[in-house]
Nanobody, 115 residues
Framework: QARFVESGGGLVQPGGSLRLSCAAS????????MGWYRQAPGKQRELVAD???????NYAESVKGRFTISRDNGRRTVILQMNDLKPEDTAVYYC?????????WGQGTQVTVSS
């Protein structure tokens, strides 16, 4: 079972940018679709972006036009470029397949958007 390690989070002001990285412990070819999820305090985890093996992407309406997901299957990484961040983007961000593999959830990386 693949495990994921997320990094790149931090504290950023509104309008700022962050680049999140997800490293997989094994090949992500087995995950036809990879996704970035987030969970804000008191809310359920939600899918914000996903990408197929062939590079087709989908985004939640709340992040469309601001976030970009990409994957490098050779390097076993998935990237989430986040621009024009808003306070409502504050959450712990995770990567996983879609559908998510329960045993593969990592610790996530905290993103805090605040002035």
């Amino acid at each position: 079972q693949a495990r994921f390690v997320e990094s790149g989070g931090g504290l950023v002001q509104p309008g700022g940018s962050l680049r999140l990285s997800c490293a997989a412990s094994r090949s992500i070819f087995t995950f036809y679709i990879m996704g970035w999820y987030r969970q804000a305090p008191g809310k359920q985890r939600e899918l914000v972006a996903d990408i197929t093996l062939g590079g087709t992407t989908n985004y939640a309406e709340s992040v469309k036009g601001r976030f970009t997901i990409s994957r490098d299957n050779g390097r076993r990484t998935v990237i989430l470029q986040m621009n024009d961040l808003k306070p409502e983007d504050t959450a712990v961000y995770y990567c996983n397949g879609k559908p998510a593999a329960v045993a593969s959830w990592g610790q996530g990386t905290q993103v805090t958007v605040s002035s």
